[in-house]
């Protein structure tokens, strides 16, 4: 299939058929599933996946088993879709992977905008290798190595990696890290960011240090900076 595929998971057919007509007047490619362990089948039976729309609440397998299982062979771009707006549901998604959140009721036009930029930013590849201090990204085959060893990272995750390391030394406020990582098209706060560092940090070893704290403002990419005097 030529145009980007999506797979929309939801056990509510009409859902799914709002979601889908949305898409497709986009252009999209779209496949459907009414639970999540369809969802997994379908998800493994189709390699040419771009994206999956993931609903939480499901019978025989829940959004968050669906996510676990994608999560243990394919680093696939998630965006959840709830009806849940607690802080604590939204962590756990992103402890297992889910690159985005979406609260329901949404507007299918803003649905259909967050695909676009997620999908625009996983196709944005540029043909060169960063390196820093034993860390290496490759970009186009979306591979971040340490040391030698390769460390699994979402995509949000790999894509706030890249980011960094891009503009090493250099300090970056939420607002620009916001508009940059996650596009102006997110409607979220600066927890998103705090979240995911925190993951990427501890996914890194040692070597999240080198995300630093600048207290009250943002982050900055420096394996040179000394280490008093920063606050987490």
Excluded at 24 to 49: M, P
Excluded at 128 to 139: A, Q, R
Excluded at 172 to 197: F, M
Aim: net charge negative; glycine share 6%.
């Amino acid at each position: 299939m030529d145009n980007p595929v999506i797979l929309v998971v939801d056990d509510e057919p009409r859902m799914r058929k709002l979601v889908r007509d949305f898409l497709v007047r986009q252009n999209y490619t779209v496949l459907e599933a009414g639970d999540g362990e369809e969802a997994v089948n379908v998800f493994f039976s189709h390699k040419e996946i771009s994206l999956i729309l993931l609903d939480v609440m499901m019978p025989k397998m829940d959004g968050y088993e669906v996510t676990r299982a994608i999560r243990e062979h394919s680093q696939v771009p998630i965006i959840m879709l709830t009806a849940k707006g607690e802080e604590q549901d939204e962590l756990r998604g992103f402890d297992l992977g889910v690159d985005e959140y979406i609260s329901k009721p949404f507007s299918p036009r803003i649905l259909v905008a967050r695909v676009d930029a997620v999908l625009r930013r996983s196709g944005n590849q540029q043909e060169n290798v960063l390196e820093c201090e034993g860390i290496k990204i490759d970009k186009d085959a979306h591979l971040v190595t340490i040391d030698g060893k390769n460390v699994e990272l979402s995509y949000k995750e790999f894509q706030l990696l890249t980011y960094f390391m891009e503009n090493r030394g250099i300090a970056l406020s939420r607002e620009k890290i916001l508009n940059n990582v996650w596009n102006y098209d997110y409607y979220g706060d600066a927890r998103t960011i705090d979240t995911h560092v925190k993951k990427l940090r501890s996914k890194m070893g040692d070597k999240g240090k080198y995300i630093r704290t600048i207290w009250a403002y943002g982050y900055k990419f420096d394996p040179t900076a000394p280490e008093e005097g920063e606050k987490d």
